[in-house]
Structures are given as structure tokens and as C-alpha cells.
């Protein structure tokens, strides 16, 4: 982010692990089209040039004594103060406070309201500190990170603003009142102060993480509104002084003032800012856009390789994130674990890509893409239902085409894969999905649907009737393979009829010869007219097809891509096909059985046998070039 918004310099002072993971980060933002290496040298020469200008290796390593410090003292310390003067920062100032000789007479009230902060490392108070205890011969307490009082009457943490409030009356000659708040709110003791001051000014530090301090002065400067409208003068002016961001969009604060941190230095500063003996020129860094939609859709996201070692575990938890936040059942997710992505085949290539927290090890995103024989596909896009909306997922689409597109030989791209067969397509009852991709540039004109079935208790099925007559009239048979001895004909049909990565599927099916199997329906002449995968409980393809997985001990069969060669008897091929699988899955003692990768309406046909929809999807294709510029 920091390179992104133009920085040269960026400074890591952690761990030398946390400084390789963000090298890598750079690399990554240049990988993944974020910005460019010439953006990177642009910043290489800036700051070398800057080096030049300032010494040499000669000279800083033959420095000239300690006599030397007192004669640049006086010199640093005028530029010290030049910087901070030059700091401060006036975001708004609506009402005209400033400066405050200008705004309210010298005889009216003036309250300063400040948190309880830790002092800074580098300010006097915390050397004080520091010193007092060295010259006690006590050993510092974790307490004594927040000791720094006088009077017990101070509250830890209230002396960091005191001096502050000391300089800023003798600089205004008048009188100051100073008390500090907490989480509690608004009590009565600020309520008394609010009714006797003219102007309030309110300190903050962090307030986008001490929701506090943004409530505190959200409720004051409501308080001092109604006050307003009964004709009493209460102004107030709000003082980041840490993050510039605290109230940088909300216009209800008219008067907003930046100092970016609160050692004595830039509280003096603001003193003279306030008080008018300089007139602030700072800039807010960065840029603020009005439009949060503009800004979510302009969000880079780093996308990584996927490492199963280092976030296999955490797809697994993202999965079942996914699985409960979506309206659709995508309750196979759920049991599904991190290896269905990973096919292992040599004629598939494979990459799959993440959006990671590199700290907690979270995924916040996952792509998966797969290649065989000219078609790209992206099996799979999951975000954090928590991390969705800010660009993660087209993060991971843009980075997933852009290794596809690359591929050479690659003729189209295609949404949706059946091995593995995780995702057929877009769920058809997410529309919100539907559109995302359009929006994305894929073509949704002409979907072709997929759907998965199931008869949920195979015990209590029977056979629907009439089919068995139909089939016997239609003079089809049915035989049942193993192996890939007598699977030419087979693996023909399908490769002619069907996607590569089914072709793929019906290899690795033949493979497992004690789990799997084949039937083939056949006509006249021992003419192929269809195939279907079928399999047993807990075999090994299940892990690629996880709607065959189960969360408790039963036996779910697997009745797989039915592949039908087009013709006046395809509907009767397809139940024959059906009823075949079927009953192999009852006869090894299956519980249920499911039905996957139903094409288009020929799902109507099979649900009269006695199956129920399980999930419907669409799968998309679309021409590469379709894409032109994916950085």
C-alpha cells in the first residue's frame, strides 16, 4: 500500500523474517500488475540521489568529535522547530477559530479535554521518567510504563498533555480549564466544564482504534450544538494528535487540526499555531476519496501461489466459512478438505492462488485454475464472507486469467470444472454471483446447465416402474468395465462428446479398478450410445467430488457424468445409465447415492426415477481475448 500511494522509502523495523516477507510483498505487487518495476526504479534513483546529496562513506566514518555536537545544536534545534511548525496541519476550519485571539476574548473560558496516553519514547517526559527511576535504583514495573505524575491527584496517563495545557494559558493569557476522559464518557465533571468554557478543544489519539475518544467527541460536539441553539457560545476544535484520519471525513467537525504525534516539540507547535504566532501550512498525506465504492473497486489485493504446507489448513477453515454464509447448499464444502483442489495429473496443469493475512496465516481468498488440451479453466473463486466487497475476489480473477490466458495454446476459458468437481459452475440460485462475472467480462448469454442429484435413502428406492420394459423394447444392453484394457472405445466416446477435463475423469475412474467402474450402454450392433461413472462408498475419486464426502459414517455411492451420444433414444440411455449405477451403489450397500454432472434438462428425466436436486450450476465459456487488459 505504502509503495502504491507513492512512497519511496519504506521503513520495517521488526524481525528480519517480518523484513524477507516484505520483500516478497514487493515482488508479489509486481507479479501481480499492482505496479510496475520501472515504478520501483523510479524510486531506486530518487533515493540514491538523495544519498548523494547528504555525505559520503569517508566522511561518516571519520566523524569529527563530540566538540562538534555543541555547535549544531542550536542549529538542529532551530530546524526541529521549523519541521514541526511547518506540520501542523488545518484540515477545517469552518467557524474561523483560529487563530484563537481572533475567535474569543481573553477573559472567556477555554477547556482542554485530552485522553490518557502512554508518553512516547522519544519525548523528555518519558527520560524523566526514566532518569527518576534510574537515580531511585529501582528497576522499571510494567506500572511504571504509565507513571509519570507528580501529584497523586493526577490520573497515569494525564500528564502527557499537561504541559500542553500550561503553555497554551501562558501563551493566551487567560484562563484554561484541563481535565481528561476516558472510555466512561461523557460525566458530569465535563458536563460543569462544558456550561463554564467558550471553547473546547479535544484531543484525540487514534480514535479509529479507541472507539472511545471517537464517541467522547462526537457526543460533546452535540452536546455544544444544542448549546449553540440557545444562544450560548461553545466552539470547539478537535486535535489529531496521532492519526490524521480520526475525523478527516466527518464535515460535523468544523474546526480540525493535525500534529501527527504529541512530543513537546509539536505540542509547542501547536501552541503557536493556535495562538497565532505562525500560520500552519501542513498537508494531509495521501488522498481522501468521497466515493467508498470508487475506493473499494480500486483495492489491490497481494495474490499469492498457493502453498498446501503453509495454507492448506487455512483453505480448509475458509471452506467451511463459505459453506455456512451462502444462501445455496454448499454443504459438501463443509467436509471437504484442502487436497480436492490438487489433482496430481499429468495431463491437467494445475495453479491455484491465495489472499492471505501473512501474520495470522488467514485466507481471505482462493482461486483455483486448471488446464488441459487448449481450455483454461477456474474451477473455484472463495473470499471470507467477513473480507467480501473490497476487491479480494478480483484480486484473485484477475491474477487467475492472467495465468490462463497465458497458457500457450489456450483457445477459451472456461467457469466451472467436474474434476474436481467442487464447482460444476455459478450456483444457479446465487444471482449476485451471476452478475459479478458478467461484470467481469464473461459471457453469461449461453450457460450450459449442471446439475447434481440424490436419492437420500436408497433403502426405501425401487426401480421406477415400466422403465425396465422400455429398455428391454428399445433392445439396449448394458455391461459393466474395469481397467483401461477395454476402455478405447469408451474414452472415444467421451473425448467426442464431452469437456477434456470429463475425458480426464473417466481415465482416472478406469484406474481405480477395486473402487470404480463403467457402464456402457450399447444399441444394435454393440453401438456405444452412452457411459457413466459409478463408484463406491468412500472411494478414492470421492475426494475430487465432494458431494460424495460425508460429515457422518454412511455410505454415499457415486453415479458420475453420464455422457449420451445424441439421438431419438438419449432420454431412455440416460435412465438405463441411471438405473444401472443405482443399483451397483445399492448392491454395495450404499445409503444414498448421488448424481453429478447432469447436462442441461435431461435432470427432469432422471427426477422422475426418484432423485431430488442436490445443487444446479451454470458453466460459462468465453474467448480469451475477450480480456485485453487484466493489470
Known amino acids: 500500500m505504502a509503495v502504491e500511494a507513492g512512497c519511496d522509502l519504506v521503513l520495517l523495523c521488526r524481525a528480519y523474517d517480518v523484513q524477507l516477507e516484505a520483500i516478497k510483498g514487493l515482488k508479489l505487487g509486481v507479479e501481480n500488475g499492482i505496479f510496475t518495476k520501472e515504478r520501483i526504479y523510479t524510486s531506486l534513483k530518487r533515493v540514491l540521489r538523495l544519498k548523494d546529496t547528504c555525505t559520503s562513506w569517508q566522511t561518516a566514518l571519520n566523524p569529527p568529535g563530540i566538540s562538534l555536537l555543541s555547535k549544531l545544536h542550536p542549529s538542529h534545534m532551530a530546524l526541529s522547530r521549523k519541521a514541526y511548525d511547518d506540520s501542523i496541519t488545518v484540515i477545517r476550519d469552518k467557524e474561523k477559530l483560529l487563530p484563537l485571539s481572533e475567535s474569543m476574548h481573553q477573559e472567556e473560558e477555554l477547556l482542554l479535554l485530552t485522553p490518557l496516553v502512554k508518553p512516547l519514547p522519544a519525548s523528555s517526559l518519558t527520560k524523566s521518567i526514566l532518569q527518576a527511576k534510574d537515580a531511585q535504583g529501582l528497576a522499571p514495573t510494567p506500572h511504571d510504563k504509565w507513571l509519570h505524575r507528580e501529584k497523586g491527584a493526577i490520573m497515569s496517563g494525564e500528564g502527557v498533555f499537561r504541559e500542553f495545557g500550561r503553555s497554551l494559558a501562558r501563551s493566551r493569557h487567560g484562563k484554561l480549564l484541563h481535565t481528561s476522559y476516558t472510555a466512561n464518557g461523557v460525566r458530569p465533571v465535563h458536563e460543569n466544564l462544558i456550561h463554564r468554557a467558550s471553547c473546547i478543544i479535544i484531543v484525540t489519539a487514534d480514535a479509529n482504534r479507541n472507539l472511545y475518544q471517537a464517541g467522547f467527541t462526537k457526543h460533546v460536539e452535540m452536546m455544544c450544538s444544542m448549546l449553540r441553539t440557545r444562544g450560548q457560545k461553545k466552539s470547539v476544535i478537535v486535535v489529531a494528535v496521532s492519526s490524521p484520519y480520526d475525523f478527516a471525513m466527518d464535515k460535523s467537525i468544523g474546526t480540525y487540526i493535525c500534529t501527527f504525534d504529541f512530543t513537546e516539540t509539536a505540542m ?26 470508487v475506493l473499494k473497486s480500486r483495492q489491490h489485493w497481494i495474490v499469492e501461489e ?15 466459512a463459505v459453506a455456512r454464509a451462502n444462501i445455496v447448499d454448499l454443504g459438501h464444502l463443509e467436509s471437504m478438505p484442502a487436497a480436492s483442489f490438487e489433482l496430481f ?18 485466507l481471505y481468498g482462493f482461486a483455483a485454475t486448471y488446464f488441459v488440451d487448449g481450455i483454461g479453466i477456474l474451477g473455484a473463486i472463495l473470499v471470507d464472507p467477513s473480507k467480501r466487497n473490497v476487491s479480494v475476489g478480483r484480486s ?34 446465487e444471482g449476485g454471483v451471476k452478475s459479478w462475472f458478467a461484470n467481469n467480462g464473461w459471457d453469461v448469454q449461453f450457460p450450459k446447465r449442471l446439475t447434481n442429484l440424490i436419492i437420500n435413502d436408497l433403502s426405501s428406492w425401487s426401480i421406477p416402474e415400466g422403465l425396465l420394459q422400455s429398455i428391454q423394447r428399445a ?3 448394458f455391461d459393466l468395465i474395469h481397467g483401461l484394457d477395454n476402455a478405447e472405445s469408451v474414452l472415444s466416446h467421451v473425448g467426442s462428446c464431452a469437456n477434456p477435463e470429463v475425458l480426464e475423469l473417466y481415465k482416472c475412474a478406469l484406474q481405480e479398478t477395486k473402487a470404480c467402474g463403467i457402464v456402457r450402454a450399447k444399441g444394435p450392433g454393440d453401438t456405444l450410445l452412452g457411459t457413466i461413472i459409478i463408484c463406491r462408498p468412500g472411494s478414492p475419486l470421492s475426494t475430487f467430488v465432494p458431494p460424495l464426502l460425508s460429515n457422518v459414517d454412511e455410505g454415499i455411492g457415486g453415479v458420475l457424468a453420464p455422457v449420451v451420444h445424441p439421438g431419438s433414444q438419449d432420454v431412455l440411455v440416460l435412465q438405463g445409465l441411471t438405473l444401472m449405477g443405482v443399483r451397483q451403489n445399492k448392491a454395495h450397500k450404499s445409503a444414498k447415492t448421488v448424481l453429478s454432472w447432469v447436462q442441461d434438462d435431461s435432470y427432469e428425466q432422471v427426477m422422475a426415477m ?12 468465453t474467448a480469451p481475448d475477450n480480456w485485453t487488459d487484466l493489470n
Open 396 to 429: 484473485l480473477h484477475r491474477r487467475a486469467l492472467r495465468y490462463l490466458i497465458g497458457k500457450r495454446g489456450v483457445k477459451k476459458l472456461q467457469l466451472g470444472t467436474s474434476f474436481p468437481g467442487v464447482f460444476l459452475g455459478i450456483p444457479i440460485d
Open 610 to 621: 426418484g432423485f431430488e436436486i442436490l445443487q444446479a450450476y451454470e458453466e460459462l465459456t
Open 268 to 293: 509547542h507547535a501547536l501552541v503557536r499555531a493556535l495562538c497565532g504566532y505562525i500560520v500552519p501550512k501542513g498537508t494531509l498525506p495521501g488522498t481522501l476519496r468521497k466515493s467508498k465504492k
Open 475 to 477: 433392445n439396449l444392453s
Open 306 to 320: 498457493y502453498d498446501r504446507h503453509r495454507d492448506g489448513h487455512g483453505l480448509e477453515e475458509l471452506t467451511k
Open 345 to 362: 495429473n499429468q495431463n491437467i496443469k494445475e495453479a491455484h492462488f491465495v489472499v492471505r493475512n501473512s501474520s495470522t496465516h488467514a
